[in-house]
Each structure stands twice: as structure tokens, then as C-alpha cells.
């Protein structure tokens, strides 16, 4: 059966997040309909391993009982959008069968406390040491295991093709993401307003240089193509996968394009992680500010670059404690990462209709032929609609009243889960769809170069200077 030319991936992933965000809003009406989604935590003992989303139904729903139903419930909605695009509904269900329990398993595994544990957490786990890579380990293991799969185990690759949609995963799970950021969001505004003014300030700032530097780079030197080098730009620059996806949209690239770029961004956030906290607590212990923008500007993740913040928190208030006796309240280093990241992610919808707008004007326009505005909003990726919809709503919704905070919260844990569980199957099927000879021959060995030079030759320097620009001097409160 061929591919419906009605429905795309992207109008599906749009359908499927909105329809799993409505839902989650009768919250609004005391309802509570997606808090049995599994919960994958961090942990010492396997009874540990899974869990409800929200205390109502951790009361009454064991850990393995809410991980069958979200297998049952996810299969269901997804079958329903497979059956949208005119695909086989029956193989699609056998395959997504597998991924599904392999990419938990994968994803339990990432979340054992040895390999995600942050040093700030060593103590609650009763361990002594710890990688420290946080629950989004996970999505490396699940990274590996599909890349195994796709290059050394072709049997079982071609039996789970079917559910190897990259794509239209990760698409959903960023329509889910809007909502946390709007919570988020909301709960910044009722902090410091200077700080929020600067954050906006420095990405501004810094990803006007970033972007178009990496763009440059990537074209001059690297001799890519523009479908290459733009969404390398975003996924270097802006934010990682969320980014090469939503740029891979608007200018119309391959799907191999922002496929390969997020690859790479998993990865590379991993590295960063385990070095920019201790080279922050080693220079900046004085700067905590400083430190807690640069995470936000530096680590290419959302899961990534927080839990950075939260790494670099507690070291740098052990040091400058050590040092210097003083003693910071804690969070508010991981405060500004969280701050800078979010308008960091606003920036990536703003940034696609921008692209969109220049790809149809500058690069693809038939000589003689007047640009239409529509053919703008075509291009424009219609999950990124979605993201910035339930962005607003909940920050409408959290701002409104101490109430509508709480709501919000409530609805984004088992909101969060949701998305957890997309990245999760994003990754392992980018993996099983990655065959590194085909990714050699596209030149997966080039991005990755481009990666580097750009990462450690300016984009971690350029990042710092400018918290350093906007955040020096600014000193979080003392605790007592």
C-alpha cells in the first residue's frame, strides 16, 4: 500500500501531540487522563525502574501495569496515525511491538544510577560514583543498540522497518515539549527579571554569530550543499535535534539530512556534559551566573544543557563554599541554563518561518516569478505550529494564578513521560536506519568535523564570553 499524499508526517505529528495535549488539559477540569503513562527513574533496585507519571495513580497502578497500558495506548494512537498516511496498519503494529520494548529496555538501562546519577545525586542513590550522564543516557543506549541493528543484524532490521519513523517520533515529541516550556517559562517569570531580560539578550546575540558562522564554515570549507549546511547550522547553534528537524522542515532537506545532524548532536551533548561542568567549577566558581548562562548556550540539548546547570549548581557552590567561604542558595546557576534554553527553543519556530521565508525567496524562486506568502506557510513545518501553540497555552494557563501553576505541573509529568518515550523511539530508529556505509558516502565523517571545529574552535568560547557579557558581576542570593 503506498503512502497517502493527503496526510504527511508532519500534519500526523502535529494531529497525534495536539490530541495527547488536549488530553492532558482536562486536568483543568480535575480529570487526570494521562498520569498512568510509565515513568522510567533513575535506579539501584529494578523494582525501582518504573513508575505511574502522577502521585493520583503511583497510589493504584504498579510500575509494570502502567507500562503495558502506555504500550497498549501508544500502539493505538500511533496505528491510527500509520493508517492516516495510507501505510500498513498490521506490520506496523508487530514492528512497533518490538522497537517499543527494546527502546525500554534500552532507556532502563541508560537510567541505572552507575551510568545517570549527577555527583549531586550520589548520596540519595547510596553509591560513591556515578558517569553522571543523566536519564538521557538512555537515548545513547538507545542510539547503539540501533545502529547494531541496522548494520549487523539485517533480519531484524528489516523486520521492525515498519516502525522506523524517525521523523514523525521526534516531530510528536517536540508538539509535547511546547507545553514544558511554557511551565517553565511561567515559573521564570516569577524569579528574577533581570536575569530573564539578560538570557534573552545573550541568545539573541549569540546565535546571530553562531548560525551564521557555522553556515559559513560549513560552506565554504566543507564544501556542503545548503541543504546540508542549514540545518548543521541550527543543530550546532540553536538546539540540537529540536532545531535540524524544524530547519530539515522548512527549507524542504531529505529527512537524512537533520536525521544525521541529530546523530551527532547526541553525542557530542554527552561529551559536553561530562566537561564543561568541572572546567566550570575550575574558572568561574567566583562567576556562578556566568556559569549557569554558559551551560545554556553551550550544550546543544534540553535535557542535556539543564542537567549541566544542575552539575554545574552543586559544584560550584562546593567550591566557592571551600574557597572562598561563601555559600550560594542552590538553583540558581541551573535557574539562568534553564532560563537562556528556553528562549533558545522559542527561537527555534521563529527561526524555521525565517528560513522558509529565505529558501523561497533567495534559493528556489523561478527567475522572473513573484515569491507568494503562502508558499512560505506551506514550507513552514506544521509541528513547530503545534509547539508554539501549547508553548502559549500553558504559559497563559501558568501565569494566570498560583492554581494554574500547579496545574501546569501536574499536566507536564505525564506530559514530560510522553516525550521521553518519543525521543526514546527517535533515536533508536535513527539508529536502525543509520547504515553507516550509505552515512560515509553522504559524508557523516565531514559533519562531524564541522562539528568540532565549530563546537571547541568558537561556539563553547563565543558562549562563554557572552555570559560573561551579560551575567558578570550578578551574584546569586546567600543561603540563610
Not at 87 to 104: E, L
Not at 430 to 440: A, D, H, M, P, Y
Amino acid at each position: 500500500m503506498t503512502e497517502n499524499t493527503k496526510f504527511t508526517e508532519d500534519k500526523v505529528a502535529l494531529l497525534i501531540g495536539s490530541l495527547i495535549f488536549l488530553l492532558s488539559l482536562c486536568n483543568v477540569f480535575g480529570l487526570d487522563l494521562l498520569g498512568w503513562v510509565v515513568k522510567c527513574n533513575v535506579w539501584t533496585s529494578v523494582s525501582q525502574v518504573l513508575t505511574a507519571s502522577t502521585a493520583m495513580y503511583k497510589q493504584t497502578l504498579s510500575g509494570v501495569a502502567a507500562f503495558l497500558i502506555t504500550y497498549v495506548v501508544l500502539t493505538a494512537i500511533l496505528a491510527f496515525g500509520v493508517k492516516l498516511l495510507g501505510a500498513d496498519v498490521g506490520k506496523f503494529v508487530k514492528s512497533f511491538t518490538i522497537v517499543f520494548f527494546i527502546c525500554y529496555a534500552c532507556f532502563a538501562l541508560g537510567n541505572q544510577a552507575h551510568i545517570a546519577a549527577t555527583p549531586n545525586a550520589l548520596k540519595k542513590f547510596n553509591i560513591t560514583w556515578s558517569l553522571g550522564l543523566t536519564g538521557e543516557a538512555g537515548f545513547i543506549v538507545a542510539l547503539v543498540a540501533g545502529i547494531i541493528v541496522g548494520n549487523f543484524l539485517p533480519g531484524l532490521a528489516e523486520q521492525i522497518k515498519d516502525a522506523c519513523r524517525p521523523e514523525m517520533f521526534v516531530k510528536i515529541a517536540i508538539v509535547i515539549m511546547g507545553s514544558e516550556l511554557g511551565v517553565k517559562a511561567a515559573d521564570a517569570m516569577g524569579l528574577a527579571s533581570s536575569i530573564i531580560f539578560r538570557g534573552l539578550c545573550a541568545i539573541v546575540e549569540a546565535y546571530l554569530i553562531y548560525w551564521a558562522v557555522v553556515y559559513y564554515v560549513s560552506r565554504k570549507y566543507f564544501k556542503f550543499s545548503r541543504e546540508w549546511a542549514a540545518p548543521l547550522a541550527s543543530g550546532i547553534s540553536i538546539c540540537g535535534v529540536s532545531a535540524a528537524i524544524a530547519t530539515g522542515g522548512a527549507i524542504r532537506a531529505r529527512p537524512i539530512v537533520p536525521i544525521m545532524v541529530s546523530s551527532l548532536v547526541v553525542v557530542f551533548t554527552c561529551v559536553e556534559m561530562l566537561v564543561l561542568p568541572f572546567v566550570a567549577q575550575w574558572w568561574l566558581h567566583g562567576e556562578p551566573m556566568v556559569a549557569g548562562g554558559w551551560m545554556g548556550l553551550a550544550v546543544k540539548s534540553d535535557g542535556g544543557a539543564i542537567a549541566s546547570g544542575a552539575i554545574t549548581d552543586a559544584l560550584i557552590r562546593a567550591k566557592a563554599l571551600a574557597v572562598d567561604g561563601v555559600n550560594y542558595k542552590e538553583g540558581w546557576v541551573v535557574m539562568v541554563t534553564t532560563t537562556v534554553k528556553i528562549f533558545i527553543d522559542v527561537f527555534i519556530g521563529v527561526w524555521a518561518f525565517i528560513l522558509a521565508y529565505i529558501w523561497c525567496s533567495k534559493f528556489e524562486c523561478t527567475p522572473g516569478q513573484r515569491m507568494r506568502f503562502s508558499e512560505v506557510l506551506n514550507r513552514f513545518p506544521r509541528f513547530v505550529l503545534g509547539y508554539i501553540l501549547t508553548f502559549l497555552l500553558l504559559l497563559i494557563i501558568c501565569t494566570n494564578s498560583e492554581a494554574g501553576m500547579k496545574l501546569g505541573k501536574t499536566m507536564v509529568g505525564a506530559l514530560n513521560s510522553f516525550r521521553l518515550i518519543f525521543f526514546m523511539l527517535t533515536f533508536f530508529t535513527i539508529g536502525v536506519v543509520s547504515n553507516f556505509r550509505k552515512l560515509w558516502e553522504e559524508g557523516i565523517g565531514r559533519l562531524a568535523a564541522v562539528y568540532v571545529v565549530c563546537l571547541f574552535g568558537f561556539i563553547i568560547w563565543v558562549g562563554l564570553f557572552i555570559s560573561w557579557l551579560f551575567f558578570h558581576g550578578v551574584k546569586p542570593p546567600l543561603a540563610g
